[in-house]
């Protein structure tokens, strides 16, 4: 089992910036990507971005630019660093971590990002 925290959501105005951490425990050697999704309300949950074990990221089309996915390896933590920030990114942000053998995934609880404009 994995387990993940998340920190860093809040609110923000348009243009603003904002920080999240997932604080990944547990059994994480099994893990090969982590990375960020969203939901908006009334939409599906969405990847945002995601990092390997080898450092290969991958950004949706909305986030490039932008956004900034990162690791920790000593600390066990994955971070986005979201600059330039928009009414439309406003959504719960979730940390995701999945073994892409077996297709395990695990998620975090989520943290609310919401932008005023």
């Known amino acids: 089992q994995v387990q993940l925290v998340e920190s860093g959501g809040g609110l923000v105005q348009a243009g603003g910036s904002l920080r999240l951490s997932c604080a990944a425990s547990?059994?994480?050697?099994?893990?090969?990507?982590m990375g960020w999704y969203r939901q908006a309300p009334g939409k599906q949950r969405a990847m945002v971005a995601a990092?390997?074990?080898?450092?290969?990221?991958n950004y949706a089309d909305s986030a490039k630019g932008r956004f900034t996915i990162s690791r920790d390896n000593a600390k066990n933590t994955v971070n986005l660093q979201m600059n330039n920030l928009k009414p439309e990114d406003t959504a719960v942000y979730y940390c995701?971590?999945?073994?892409?053998?077996?297709?395990?995934?695990?998620w975090g609880q989520g943290t609310q990002v919401t932008v005023s404009s």
């Open positions: 547990g059994s994480i050697l099994s893990i090969d990507r």
């Open positions: 995701n971590a999945a073994n892409s053998i077996t297709r395990v995934d695990y």
């Open positions: 990092i390997t074990g080898g450092d290969s990221t």
